[in-house]
């Protein structure tokens, strides 16, 4: 499966911006990068998705690089209830069927 | 309704019971998948339901037996469980489209406690 690699844990302050990187060395032409974020006693949580371009949504924006081997989920304000862990994955097809494998994440802790 | 919904909330069962995970989504999503969740490690797949049919099966032992009885209904059977297998049953749903654009949808999960 391809892989992704994030750093275990970032730190932030409250109402500042977050940059988490994330390398995808491994990505093939066709798979979506995914970003899903997980609070505590939750489930994940979609975040955001891109193939090529960088993409803004309500939550946050996700810029690609160039050659698509790595990307940054960028949190524009972060807030207290931003503190979780954050996933970067890569969605594949296997045999007709979409999966998404999880990575490591990394734990995000926002400072008031 | 955009949720997915599991139950029970929290199970504690011994190792020689028998009982089952229930997850529902009324999304119209035809796509669905069990993960398991041990603490502080990320969702490991274990099955993906595409159109009511196992299509992937990540090496799940046999005590574990989904089934998936229409589209909006997944179980997930448990027999003879270790305690090992104690974690964090999640279930997600997404649209089956084939083309890996699509975001799921994960439920609040199942805390499982095998004793």
């Known amino acids: 499966d391809a892989k992704t690699t994030q750093p275990n844990s970032m730190e932030s302050n409250e109402e500042e911006p977050v940059h988490l990187p994330c390398n995808h060395s491994t990505i093939s032409g066709t798979d979506y990068i995914h970003w899903y974020r997980q609070l505590p006693s939750q489930g994940p949580e979609y975040v955001i998705h891109g193939l090529t371009s960088n993409v803004n949504n309500r939550m946050a924006s996700l810029a690609i690089a160039e050659d698509r081997k790595s990307s940054t989920l960028i949190l524009h304000r972060a807030t207290l209830r931003d503190a979780a862990v954050y996933y970067c994955?890569?969605?594949?097809?296997?045999?007709?069927?979409?999966?998404?494998?999880f990575g490591k994440g990394t734990k995000l802790t926002v400072n008031p | 309704d955009t949720e997915v919904t599991q139950t029970p909330k929290h199970l504690v069962m011994g190792m020689t019971n028998k009982k089952s995970l229930k997850c529902e989504q009324h999304m119209g999503h035809r796509a669905m998948y069990w993960y398991k969740q041990k603490a502080k490690k990320p969702p490991e797949l274990m099955f993906v339901y595409s159109y009511e049919k196992l299509s992937i099966n990540e090496s799940v032992p046999s005590r574990f037996s989904p089934e998936c009885p229409n589209s909006s209904l997944l179980n997930l059977h448990l027999h003879a469980l270790q305690p090992e297998d104690s974690a964090l049953y999640l279930c997600a749903s997404s649209q089956r489209t084939g083309r890996r654009n699509t975001e799921a949808f994960f439920g609040q999960g199942t805390r499982l406690t095998v004793v």
């Open positions: 994955i890569l969605k594949m097809l296997e045999g007709g069927s979409e999966k998404l494998v």
